[in-house]
């Protein structure tokens, strides 16, 4: 239990960092880009949108930089993130959650089908030394972590969607359909995320599935797994509970750290099949210079995060006796 | 009981240049019976006890050899045929039971996995016998509820010797238990584990480098050198009367306490490479009594006043 | 010397060594390989591949053969000029969070798991929005300031485990200074671990700064494979069957990381020898290897060791989340 309070509250903390980020980085960038923003929107904004840019700006405020920064606080912590500039006149806030189903939907689920998928492979490839999975996946899993996340997007594009004509690779949904709970809907948006949850899905496998063998590896050779054999445990028996319980232990830590390279190759998914998520918002709100919007975004997905290092942390806790006596 | 015969493991880390780390070794092992096996690290005696219990993993391998255990030969069954022997009638008790024991599960868990393993379903019968045999090590019943990690070194040690006597084995195997613990604690240890002994009457093959503390406690004493057996013989006669040259210089690295002071000798030089062997004694280096015919070819086992020894120019 | 053996006798790490190689000699030589300037819009747009345009023309009427050589020049300097600099940021905070100790090492170690925390591209694509135009120099320093942090927690455990030992003591009672400790005495001894570090620096150094051009955050005047692909997506040549301007440099960039992973994988093999591939059976053989056995006859890739004597040390590194696991003297 005082392991997940300390978790929590280093979580708090970082929070904290993001959002004085967000505050400080604007003011540090060389050449004002407030300038240049009050001089695109001059005349267009008032009253609520200009206060927005003021309070990430710091500019026709004559505040200190410290009642600023307190002033931003505060409106963090209430939700006040301004009105948007791309989106004008909706709020921020409003903005923000109309994409997050998407990318709850894709990311969310496929994360999850990779960690899993991977995981499971990763242990029979561990396993089964010699076998087909542990000659063939480790060379061809190192090959394809290195291929740019947005590369094999374009592929997908390229193959399925262009020449194939087999699927749709752009877009949450039909623009012409109309949303809705029907089943003509519903299908319409599976049918779109296909292609992006696949693409996502094969850049992302590759690491789960080799960390979790090289884990399985090495705790096949502790004794306690040799003790097992000696039981005369079975087989099933041996490789789930004795080796693969501790081998993924540290990869659930690992999962925390990927995330951030998850969330990296979402964001690019999204991009290239225009799929209307979180990570093509913040694209938008950069090109568009919305920078209200992004910072709201930026500091949305990395409390996405930090919940999701939070919840593999518990789930450590969980399986793992040794850190709950910590 | 256990008749090991011509036993041989080789590691095969690169092809075409085996190692063989236990070397043609044979012995035997009567009911009841302690025997110790010693011998410096790198000598083979621990693969030797994996290739007995058949623990061996890659890229280790027996080449030659049997091991005759209750009527079987237990190198040439499947791993379902072991099935039956392991643990009901041969256990194994390692070297640290922080390694040995899965750190995720209680001990009580660890103790149910055997027993269901070998057809006992019953969670009363499970639990009574779980006690029953952490009580004969002297550990609180509580315990089984702990994690590994919350036992001292010494319980830990303990729990795996209840641990190996679930089914009241035959044979237990043991690798130096008690290298992990302080001097106090081994000393204990051993006098638990002969206590047992006496009491359940199983056989003990207990490997380690510590041939003062075996010689108190075994039957017979057998010592390696280089994955062959140097010496094999009651306790009282290896020790007293060590014939073979390593066996002496052994004898003489272990300053006794109540003796006389002597200086301490070592044996001077290293155990061959055994990706190389030599063709003759693999002592021979090292050996102050070799005559010309010890490099000719490795020495048979003869047997000198009821010990066996294998060396041409005995003490 | 022993690492050139190494490296010969693990396929992987010589397929990985010659491409890094082929992509160093293309990025010092460039003219000699491409005859063509990458800049001159000088040809007609569009081309497809033939003998004049070995990979046809991009949308601004580029060669992209051309472009994709000497943009060789500039990937590359990302990848070593970040690698390197990350990796040497991230080996001073690591070493010296694990040899400082106590207070020092409590609030270095918070800070690196801060930074580690916040997810890196959306920090990335944050920083160069407020910065337009971003080249290299820029993307290095950005990259650099980002990307320590896993690299430091790597090598602060490394370091801990070799704070104890008798030459570092021995040097503390010479009098040496921390600062001379950490660099001359303990960095050597994490050579291997540095170099593994600054391969997977490297590597995710170049995926992030092409992914940074391609959408649209670096210098899109630049010759980069990442730029390329921006314009190429600009351009629609997807959409528009050019199919060509899309799968070249994206090939590349695929290729050029696999080199560095391959690199990186097969050091971690050399390091770690139980996971190096099994080798041929030729007996039924039982074990957590293989249950049930393999039949005669099977074979599997092989690979040789360097030598028998490996270092009682292993430590999985290179794909983020493979534990370092203390060595262990077997008798």
Not at chain 1, 40 to 56: K, N
Not at chain 3, 231 to 245: C, D, S, V
């Amino acid at each position: 239990m005082r392991f997940i309070l300390r978790r929590a509250g280093f979580f708090v903390l970082t929070l904290w960092a993001a959002v004085t980020l967000n505050f400080f980085l604007p003011r540090l960038m060389p050449g004002n880009p407030a300038i240049a923003m009050m001089a695109r929107f001059h005349g267009r904004l008032t009253g609520q949108a200009l206060a927005s840019l003021e309070t990430i700006f710091g500019v026709n405020t004559h505040q200190s930089l410290l009642s600023q920064y307190w002033h931003y606080l505060g409106d963090m912590a209430t939700g006040n993130f301004g009105t948007s500039l791309f989106f004008y006149p909706s709020p921020v806030g409003q903005v923000v959650r109309s994409a997050i189903p998407w990318t709850l939907g894709l990311v969310g689920v496929t994360t999850i089908l990779a960690f899993i998928l991977g995981t499971g492979v990763g242990i029979v490839g561990g396993w089964r030394r010699g076998g087909l999975i542990d000659s063939v996946a480790p060379p061809l899993l190192v090959i394809t972590s290195a291929i740019p996340y947005f590369w094999v997007g374009m592929m997908f594009i390229l193959v399925f969607g262009l020449k194939l004509q087999w699927l749709p690779w752009s877009g949450g949904a039909d623009l012409a359909a109309t949303p809705g709970w029907d089943a003509g809907y519903i299908g319409n948006v599976v049918e779109h995320a296909i292609l992006p949850a696949l693409a996502l899905l094969v850049t992302t496998i590759g690491t789960w599935t080799l960390t979790m063998r090289n884990n399985m590896v090495t705790t096949l050779a502790e004794d306690y797994v040799r003790m097992a054999r000696a039981k005369g445990l079975p087989t099933r028996r041996i490789m789930l509970d004795y080796a693969a319980r501790n081998a993924v232990l540290p990869n659930l830590t690992g999962f925390a750290m990927s995330l951030g390279f998850v969330v990296g190759g979402a964001i690019l998914i999204e991009y290239v099949f225009n799929y209307p998520g979180v990570g093509y918002m913040l694209l938008q709100a950069v090109e568009n210079e919305d920078y209200p919007l992004m910072q709201a975004l930026f500091l949305l997905i990395t409390l996405a995060v930090l919940v999701a290092i939070l919840l593999a942390d518990i789930v450590t806790a969980v399986f793992d006796p040794r850190t709950r006596t910590a | 009981m256990l008749e090991v015969s011509r036993l041989s493991v080789e590691y095969g880390t690169r092809p075409g240049v085996p190692v063989r780390a236990v070397d043609d070794v044979s012995f035997r092992v009567g009911k009841g019976e302690f025997l110790g096996i010693v011998g410096e690290s790198g000598c083979g005696k621990s693969t030797l006890l994996f290739a007995i219990a058949q623990l061996l993993s890659d890229p280790a391998r027996v080449t030659a050899g049997t091991v005759a255990f209750r009527g079987a030969n237990l190198v040439a069954l499947t791993d379902r045929q072991l099935r039956a022997v392991r643990w009901e009638h041969l256990s194994v008790v390692m070297q640290s039971a922080m390694n040995a024991l899965n750190p995720v599960k209680s001990v009580g868990a660890q103790f149910a996995d055997a027993m269901r393993a070998h057809g006992t379903r019953s969670r009363a019968t499970i639990g009574e016998r779980s006690r029953e045999v952490l009580q004969m090590v002297g550990i609180d019943p509580a315990h089984l509820a702990s994690y590994p990690h919350q036992l001292s070194g010494g319980m830990r040690q303990r729990a795996m010797i209840a641990m190996a006597l679930l089914f009241t084995p035959d044979l237990v195997i043991m690798d130096e238990p008690t290298s992990a613990l302080d001097v106090v604690a081994q000393r204990a240890l051993m006098v638990q584990i002969k206590e047992l002994q006496a009491e359940l009457g199983f056989a003990i093959v207990f490997v380690t480098h510590d041939m003062s503390l075996v010689s108190h406690f075994s039957d017979r004493l057998m010592v390696m050198y280089a994955g062959q057996v140097a010496e094999l013989g009651p306790t009282r006669k290896v020790f007293d009367h060590p014939r073979h040259p390593y066996s002496r210089g052994l004898l003489e690295a272990f300053p006794s306490v109540t003796g006389p002071k002597v200086p301490l000798a070592g044996i001077p030089g290293a155990p061959p490479d055994l990706s190389l062997p030599p063709q003759g004694c693999r002592f021979l280096p090292r050996c102050s009594r070799a005559v010309d015919e010890c490099g000719a070819r490795v020495p048979d086992l003869t047997e000198k006043d009821g010990t066996l020894v294998r060396c041409l120019n005995t003490f | 010397m022993r690492l050139l053996r190494a490296i010969a006798g693990n396929a992987k790490a010589a397929t990985g060594a010659v491409m890094l190689l082929a992509f160093i000699v293309l990025a010092l030589f460039p003219g000699l390989f491409a005859a063509d300037s990458p800049t001159a819009e000088a040809y007609k747009r569009n081309l497809g591949a033939s003998g004049a345009h070995l990979l046809g023309t991009t949308g601004l009427g580029q060669d992209t053969f051309a472009q994709a050589v000497y943009g060789t020049r500039e990937v590359l300097e990302i990848a070593f000029g970040a690698g390197l600099a990350s990796t040497v940021l991230a080996a001073l905070i690591g070493v010296a969070a694990a040899y400082l100790g106590g207070l020092w090492d409590g609030v270095l170690s918070l800070f690196t798991d801060m930074v580690l925390v916040i997810p890196l591209f959306p920090l990335l694509i944050v920083i160069s929005a407020y910065v337009h135009n971003s080249g290299s120099g820029v993307l290095i320093a950005v990259l650099t300031l980002t990307g320590w942090s896993y690299t430091a927690r790597q090598l602060r455990s490394q370091a801990l485990a070799l704070r104890s030992r008798d030459f570092l003591a021995a040097a503390k009672v010479r009098g040496e200074r921390a600062i001379y400790i950490i660099v001359v005495e303990i960095l050597p001894t994490m050579i291997s671990l540095l170099v593994a570090a600054f391969l997977t620096n490297a590597l995710y150094d170049v995926l992030f700064a092409s992914s940074l051009q391609f959408i649209g955050l670096g210098d899109p005047d630049a010759t980069s494979w990442g730029t390329m692909l921006y314009w190429a997506q600009n351009n629609e040549a997807l959409q528009a069957g050019f199919y060509i301007q899309a799968i070249v440099p994206g090939a590349a960039i695929a290729l050029l990381g696999a080199a560095f992973a391959l690199l990186n994988y097969a050091f971690d093999e050399i390091g770690n020898p139980a996971l190096r591939p099994v080798r041929t059976r030729r007996r039924l053989w039982r074990g957590p290897g293989v249950p049930g056995g393999i039949p005669l006859g099977k074979h599997s890739p092989r690979s040789r060791s360097s030598s028998l004597g490996t270092p009682a040390q292993s430590s999985g590194h290179g794909a983020p989340a493979a534990q370092i696991s203390p060595g262990r003297d077997r008798a």
